[in-house]
């Protein structure tokens, strides 16, 4: 034996490495990742609002012969159902175990923030047609001006009859648009704090600019031209407006970002990212899967769940109430069911931005591509407002994980004292389910065109699908 052949250093696993996450892009098939993005881009096209959402989600339970909750006689046991609330929270699930053994629930949400139509939109100034609006959910409100907007949802015509609104997203339609003041006039707005520099009173939209000749004693009038169109095209009358639910969304398409198109830049990621992997991991269950399974998309979480289409509403129970008649389980209570039953709050989370620094504990924050995020709670300043997963249930859930090799990251939003936000993750676990938060990080949350990481979103998927699995 050589001298320094003698020295040579043993190299010996250490008895406790560190804990590292793992970077998606340097792991997973690439392949697979981008071509799982495809189909959540065409997705979020067509779905840029919660009704849009809701009906082809609906399309995709009807091609598939699921079961209609509300219509059918009675369910059979691995007979798929849906539920579609009022065309604005979808639910689909599958009962294959009795009932008193629980759901596996992935509860996602398909409300985004936006611009609202008030009641009463129309006016005239300035020889320009506008539209009040008063935005949903929390936003900046200076990211919403001088883009273009489309117009959509729906109106009831006097007599009742329904009119579906779509405006700006078909190429040759006209889309609508908030001014800002120009620069060499704003010295007074500059001055103004980010929240001020636009109120909401000044969020108006421009819809459209050419004056109906004045009558008899009677000005010009653009308000009145727009009426006119409204009347010839659409058979509106300015009353209608008061029975509409008309939203401003951003009008540009989901496209991919940067060179290595690894990111998509696109309006509603929040959170129609994690639903959309929630309804693929829902679907792509194989059949022989045991256990009862639930998919919910709910409508009002950026209002704060609230309403009837809201994941504080009781239509859960509802929903467990009429699974007890139709399968003629009569021993199932709906509280029972929930005490039995573990959810996924299917819902994004942020992730650091190199630009904004300094917001994040940097030992507990979300970042790009590192998979989707767990939160233990979510809440703010001591942990407020929270569901605060139990070390049981994380226990249960990285264990699952883990063993399907999927890569996920712990974070918290933000530092403990400067905010944090709500999910509907503490109205799921107020019902007796064990819950946790888990989704997709994304940056520029809350604006017209939020980023996500295309490895993160598949790995979402993997992640909801590995804990639906028995
Ligand atoms: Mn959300
Ligand atoms: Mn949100």
């Not at 919660?50 to 369910?75: N, T």
């Not at 399974?293 to 209002?303: P, Q, R, S, W």
Request: hydrophobic share 35%.
């Amino acid at each position: 034996m050589k001298k320094n052949e003698a020295k040579a250093p043993v190299i010996k696993e250490a008895p406790n490495p560190p804990y590292k996450k793992r970077n998606v892009w340097l792991e997973g098939d690439r392949d697979e990742i981008m071509d799982f993005a495809k189909g959540y881009m065409a997705f979020l096209k067509e779905g840029k609002t919660e009704r849009l959402v809701a009906e082809r989600l609906e399309e995709a339970a009807r091609q598939r012969e699921f079961a209609d909750l509300k219509s059918c006689k009675a369910l059979e046991p691995g007979q798929p159902f849906y539920y579609n609330h009022r065309g604005k929270s979808f639910f689909m699930g599958v009962v294959k175990a009795p009932l008193d053994q629980g759901f596996r629930i992935l509860g996602a949400h398909i409300d985004a923030p936006r611009l609202d139509l008030k009641p009463q939109p129309l006016y005239e100034a300035e020889g320009l047609a506008l539209f009040k609006t008063h935005y949903y959910g929390g936003i900046k409100k200076y990211q919403w001006v001088t883009m273009p907007l489309s117009l959509m949802g729906v109106i009831y015509r006097k007599d009742g009859s329904l009119l579906s609104v779509n405006i700006g997203e078909d190429e040759g339609d006209p889309v609508f648009t908030i001014t800002d003041l120009l620069p060499h006039l704003a010295q007074e707005q500059m001055q103004k704090t980010a929240g001020k520099a636009i109120e909401g009173e000044k969020l108006n939209v421009l819809a459209g600019s050419i004056p109906a000749p004045g009558e008899e004693g009677k000005d010009p009038s653009v308000k009145k031209a727009i009426l006119d169109i409204l009347y010839e095209k659409f058979g509106l009358l300015e009353e209608d407006f008061l029975r509409g639910e008309l939203e401003l969304v951003p009008n540009f398409p989901p496209r991919e970002v940067g060179f290595d198109r690894s990111l998509i830049g696109a309006y509603g990621q929040d959170d129609r990212i994690c639903a959309y992997a929630a309804k693929e991991a829902f679907l792509d269950l194989d059949a022989r899967e045991s256990g009862n399974v639930l998919a919910v998309f709910f409508d009002k979480e950026e209002i704060g769940s609230n309403g009837d289409t809201g994941a504080q509403s009781r239509i859960l129970e509802h929903l467990m109430e009429l699974l007890i008649r139709k399968l003629g389980d009569k021993e199932a209570s709906p509280l029972e069911i929930f005490f039995a039953s573990k959810a996924l709050s299917a819902d994004v989370s942020a992730v650091e931005d190199p630009s904004y620094d300094g917001v994040f504990d940097p030992y507990n924050r979300g970042q790009i591509s590192y998979g989707p995020i767990l939160s233990k709670y979510s809440g703010s300043r001591g942990k407020y407002d929270a569901n605060d997963a139990s070390a049981e249930f994380l226990s249960h859930i990285t264990g699952k994980l883990d063993r399907k090799g999927v890569l996920y990251q712990f974070g918290e939003l933000g530092k403990v004292d400067l905010g944090g936000g709500g999910t509907i993750g503490m109205f799921l676990s107020q019902l007796g389910i064990e819950t946790v938060d888990l989704g997709t990080g994304l940056l520029s949350m809350h604006s017209p065109y939020e980023v996500a990481s295309k490895a993160d979103l598949y790995m979402t998927y993997r992640a909801y699908k590995a804990f639906l699995e028995d």
